[in-house]
C-alpha cells in the first residue's frame, strides 16, 4: 500500500505539471498568435459603418483598457493565472462583456450529450464486433463487417459527413440539416424537445460512430487475433472449457485493457469539441466556441476552452494510471 | 448475432419513432407566414445579448438592425421605394448652419417604441449624452470627437452643436448597412451600466419584435408586431412575413441543400457555383439578374492594395506597369468564374455610380494617355465587359444578354489593356532590369511581390489574387500569393503586406458622395509604418492633390452638384497614380426562393439591396408578399 501512495502521488504531480505546462504553453501560443483581439473587434465595428479614423483611434484605446490588453506578457500571465485559480477565465473578448466561463458553460452539454454516447457507442460496437472477428476469423459475416470497418475508417470524416447529409439531407429528406434542435421549441423535458434534439442528434452521431467504429475494430481485432495465441487460451481449450467463457473471460478481458485507455483518453478529448462535426451539421458546441476564438483572437476563449480540455484529458489519463495497477495486476507500482 | 439484429432493430425504431415526432423545420409557427433568411454572422456566441451599443457583444444582423432598430435616416445602395435618400425617424433632411457646426434634425411624429412609449427628442437627446458619457460604446468615439452639445427645444426636434465643421456629420445616423441606431431612454436609463446591460429582450422601434431565439445563437425569429402602423416602414405598406427567422444554416453546400428543400428562402451569399447548381435545379430560386451573372453588384470594390510604405510602390510606373500585366477577363473568370462587374475606376459599378461617374467619364478614360518612357499609350479598352460576355455566349446562351447596356450593368464596362510592352517600358523607367526570364529591382535585388489573400473564408479574392500573380509571374516577377486566413484583418491595419487582394473603396452605392471612404484617405490619417492604420486608407496612400480634393469636398453639402464633380476630378487622379488597382465589384450572390415570398427586389426593380444582413433591406420586408397558392 506504501508503494501505491507513492506511486499515487508521483502520478498527482505529474498531472500538474502537464496542466500548468499545457496551459502556460497555450497562453504564450494565444498571446504570440498574430491576430489581435482589438484590431478584430475595430475591423469588425467598422467593415461597414461610417467611422473616422479619429474615433477608431479613440475606440482602440477605449477597447484595449476595457479588454485588459495593456501591460506586459509576464503582466498578463500573472493576471490570467489569478483569475484561473478561483475558476474565472474573464470575459470573452469577442462577446465582451459575457465571462468565458458563461460561453462554455452553455455550448459544454451539448458537446458532451453528442460526444460521450457516439464514443461509448463506436467503442462498444467496435470491440465487440472486433473481438468477435479476432476470435472467429472464419466467420464469414464478421470478415464482412471487416471489410465494412476497414472501408470506413481511412474515408476522410468530412467525407462521410457529407453523404450523411445529402443522402438524409437532400435524396431522402427525413432528417435536418442544421442545429441541435428545431426551431422555436422551449427547451425543457417535454417529448416534443427531446425527440427534437434526438432527431437532430442522429446525422451528427452516425457520421462520428460509422468513422470511429472502424478503428476501434482494427485494434480489437488485432489485440484478440494476438491473445488467442497465449498459451492459457490454448490450454483452456485444450481443458475443454466452454468457448462462449474463453471469449469472455480469457480472451476479451485481457484484450480489451489497451481499448479501455484509448476510451479514457477519447472521451477526455471529448471537451476539445467535435470540431468538424460541429461545423458540417451546424451543431452547437464548444469545438465551433474554440474556432470561432481563434478567428476572433478572442484569447480569453481560446484559453478557456483550452484549459477546460487539458484539465480534462490530463484527468482521464491520472485515472487510468491509478486505475491501472488495480485492475491489471501486471502492471506494477512504485 | 441475435444480440446485434435486436440492437439494429431497436436502433432504427427509435430513429423512425424520433423522426415522426419531431417533423418539422420549426414549431407553432406557419411556415407560410415565415420568411427564413441566412445571418451571414453564423451562430451567435452570445444570442442573448441585444444591445447593439456595446461593441460586438453580440449579433447584429441577426434581424435586430433589420427589423428592430431605426435612425434618422437611410440611403439606398440602388434606388430606393422612393428614391436613395429615406428620411425615416428623421422628418427631414438634416439642416446645417453656414459654418457647418450646428444641425437641426426635424422628428417624425407618431413613432412609437414596441412597449407603447412614443419615440421623442428625448431618445435621442439620452443616446447622445449616454455616448458622450461613456467609453467603449460602439459610437462613443465619433460623437465625443465631434458633439459640443445635444438640445431638444422640443419633442420633435434636436440640435447637434458641434465641436468643429462636419459637413458629413448626418453620415452617423445615415444608414449604409448600419448606422447609429436609437436607444429607448426609459430602458437604458433604468438599466445601469450600459456596457453591461444585455437589453433582452429588445424593445423596438422597427416594425417586429423579438419571438423566440435559441440560446446557442442558430436561430431568431421575429414577430410582426400589431401596432406596426406605428413605425416608419408603414409609409410603404405592412411588412409581409408575420415571422421573419434568420438562421445559420452553415457552409455553402447546405445552404444550397436547404434551398432546394425550400426551408432557407434568402441565402446571403454562396459561391458562383453554388448559384449555378441553385439556377439550375431550382425554378423557384431568383437572384439580382435574371441570368448570369446573378449576383448584386455591392457598393464595395475589391481591388490589389499596394503598400505604399513599400519603397517600391512609392513609384507610380511600377503600379501602372503592375495594373498593364493584368488580363482582367481572365481574372474574372477564375474568382467569380465570369460573373463578375468589372470596374477601372475606383468607384464600385453599382447603384448610381455608373450613371453619375462610369458613364461620363468613359470618353476621358478612351481619351486618357500614358507615358511609358518610350511612347505614350491609350491603355483603356472599352469593350472588356462585351469580350466576357461574348466569351461566355457559347456555354451560358441566352442567359448573356445582348443590349449593351445590359452588358455593361451586368459585366461592366472598360478595362485596361493587358500590354507587356508598356509594362515593361514603365519598369525599365523606374530603373528595373530583366535579366533572363527574371526581374530586378533598381538595387538589383529579384523583383518579388507577394500578394496576401484571405483563403477558404473568401475563395472567390482568392481566387483572383492567384490569377493576378500567375500573370505577374508569367511576365518573369517572383510572385506569388500568401495565405493570411484569419490574420488578414490584423496584417491589413498593421500594414504587414506588399500587396493584398481586399477593399479601401466602400461607397453609398444610391447616392454619388464619395466621401463615406475618401474622407479617410486624407494623409492627416496616415499611420507610420509599424502603427495601426485606421480603415479605410489599407494603402497608406498620401497625396497632397487628394488632401486638396477632401479637404473641398468636406467644404461643400451633401446634396451639393460640386460633390460629384470632385468625385471625378477624384477618380481621375487615381487613374493617373493608380494607388490600387481597381478589379471588379464585390458581387453578391444572393439567392432569394419564391416558394413562399414574392416581391424581392431584382436587377429589373431594383428598390433595394437585396443582400439580407443589410440593415436597408428594411425595404425589402414591407414589399414581400405571401406566394399565391
Known sequence: MAGYGSYLLKRLGQFLLVVVVGISLTFLVTHLTPIDPVEQTIAVAAAFGSTSPEAIDMLRRSLKELY???????????????????????????????????????????????????????????????????????????????????????????????????????????????????????????????????????????????????????????????????????????????????????????AIVPQVTGLAMSLGAIFNGAIITEQVFGYPGIGKLLIDGVHAGDYSLVLGVATVSIVAVATAVLIIDLLYPLLDPRVKVG | MRLMRALALAASTLVLATVAEAQGLISNVPRHETLIVENPE??????????????????????????????????????????????????????????????????????????????????????????????????????????????????????????????????????????????????????????????????????????????????????????????????????????????????PDKRVIAQLNHELDIIHDVAPEGMFTLAKQSKTSKAWFDGFPYAHPDPTLPAVLFNHQHEIFQNRDV??????????????????????????????????????????????????????????????????????????????????????????????????????????????????????????????????????????????????????????????IDAATELAEGTLLTRRAAGDFQAMISWSVETWGGHPDLSFFLDSWHSQFVAKPGQPQPPRNWQRWSNPELDRLIEQIRSVPFDDPRTVELGREFVKLAVREMPIIPLMAYNVFTVMDETYWTGYPSAANPYTNPVPNWANTKYMIVNLKPQQR
Request: positive net charge.
Open chain 2, 42 to 251: 453564423g451562430t451567435i456566441k452570445n444570442a442573448g445579448w441585444f444591445n447593439y451599443w456595446s461593441v460586438n457583444a453580440g449579433g447584429r444582423s441577426t434581424g435586430l438592425q433589420q427589423l428592430a432598430l431605426d435612425t434618422f435616416w437611410y440611403i439606398d445602395p440602388d434606388r430606393g421605394i422612393d428614391g436613395v435618400w429615406d428620411n425615416s425617424l428623421a422628418s427631414e433632411p438634416p439642416k446645417y448652419n453656414a459654418d457647418f457646426t450646428e444641425m437641426t434634425v426635424k422628428l417624425r411624429k407618431g413613432i412609437y417604441w414596441s412597449d407603447g412609449v412614443e419615440f421623442t427628442a428625448a431618445d435621442v437627446v439620452y443616446t447622445i449624452d449616454t455616448h458622450l458619457k461613456t467609453n467603449g460604446l460602439f459610437w462613443s468615439a465619433p460623437v465625443q470627437i465631434n458633439v459640443a452639445a445635444v438640445e431638444a427645444p422640443d419633442p420633435y426636434t434636436v440640435v447637434f452643436k458641434l465641436k468643429k465643421p462636419n459637413s458629413r456629420f448626418h453620415a452617423l445616423f445615415t444608414v449604409r448597412w448600419n448606422a447609429m441606431w436609437m436607444m429607448p431612454k426609459h430602458v437604458f436609463e433604468k438599466a445601469g451600466d450600459p456596457l453591461k446591460f444585455d437589453f433582452n429582450p429588445p424593445v423596438t422601434l422597427g416594425p417586429y419584435v423579438l419571438h423566440a431565439y435559441d440560446s446557442n445563437g442558430k436561430w431568431f425569429i421575429w414577430r410582426k408586431r400589431e401596432d406596426w402602423r406605428r413605425t416608419t416602414v408603414a409609409r410603404f405598406g405592412e411588412p409581409g412575413p408575420k415571422y421573419v427567422a434568420y438562421v445559420d444554416p452553415g457552409p
Open chain 1, 68 to 254: 485588459g490588453t495593456e501591460g506586459s506578457l509576464l503582466e498578463q500571465y500573472l493576471r490570467f493565472w489569478a483569475r484561473v485559480a478561483v475558476g474565472d477565465f474573464g470575459p470573452s473578448l469577442s462577446a465582451f462583456p459575457t465571462p468565458v466561463s458563461e460561453l462554455i458553460g452553455r455550448a459544454l452539454p451539448w458537446t458532451v450529450g453528442l460526444l460521450v454516447p457516439a464514443t461509448l457507442i463506436s467503442w462498444l460496437l467496435g470491440n465487440l464486433l472486433g473481438g468477435l472477428a479476432g476470435y472467429w476469423r472464419e466467420s464469414r459475416s464478421l470478415r464482412f463487417a471487416g471489410v465494412v470497418a476497414m472501408g470506413l475508417h481511412p474515408i476522410p470524416y468530412y467525407i462521410v459527413a457529407f453523404v450523411l447529409l445529402v443522402l438524409f439531407g437532400y435524396v431522402w429528406p427525413v432528417l435536418p440539416l442544421s442545429g441541435g434542435h428545431r426551431m422555436n421549441l422551449e427547451p425543457g423535458f417535454t417529448l416534443a424537445f427531446l425527440s427534437s434534439v434526438l432527431e437532430h442528434s442522429i446525422l451528427p452521431a452516425l457520421s462520428l460512430i460509422l468513422v470511429g467504429v472502424g478503428g476501434w475494430f482494427m485494434g480489437m481485432r488485432a489485440l484478440v487475433s494476438n491473445v488467442v495465441n497465449e498459451d492459457y487460451v490454448v490450454y483452456a481449450e485444450l481443458a475443454g472449457v466452454d468457448e462462449r467463457r474463453i471469449l469472455t473471460a480469457y480472451v476479451m478481458r485481457n
Open chain 2, 319 to 476: 503600379r501602372w506597369a503592375l495594373a498593364l500585366l493584368i488580363d482582367i477577363k481572365a481574372v474574372s473568370m477564375a474568382s467569380y468564374r465570369g460573373a463578375a462587374t468589372i470596374s477601372a475606376i475606383a468607384v464600385p459599378p453599382t447603384g448610381s455610380h455608373p450613371d453619375y461617374y462610369h458613364v461620363p467619364l468613359e470618353g476621358w478614360l478612351e481619351a486618357f494617355e500614358l507615358d511609358t518612357g518610350k511612347r505614350r499609350i491609350r491603355p483603356y479598352d472599352p469593350n472588356v465587359g462585351a469580350q466576357i460576355a461574348a466569351t461566355l455566349r457559347p456555354s451560358m446562351g441566352d442567359q448573356i444578354p445582348k443590349e449593351p447596356e445590359k452588358i455593361a450593368a451586368s459585366f461592366g464596362r472598360g478595362w485596361w489593356k493587358q500590354d507587356p510592352q508598356a509594362a515593361a517600358e514603365l519598369l525599365e523607367r523606374a530603373g528595373f532590369k530583366k535579366r533572363g526570364n527574371q526581374w530586378f529591382t533598381p538595387a538589383g535585388e529579384p523583383f518579388k511581390i507577394r500578394i496576401v489573400v484571405e483563403g477558404a473564408p473568401r475563395p472567390v479574392m482568392t481566387r483572383a489574387g492567384s490569377m493576378i500573380a500567375q500573370q505577374w509571374q508569367q511576365f518573369g
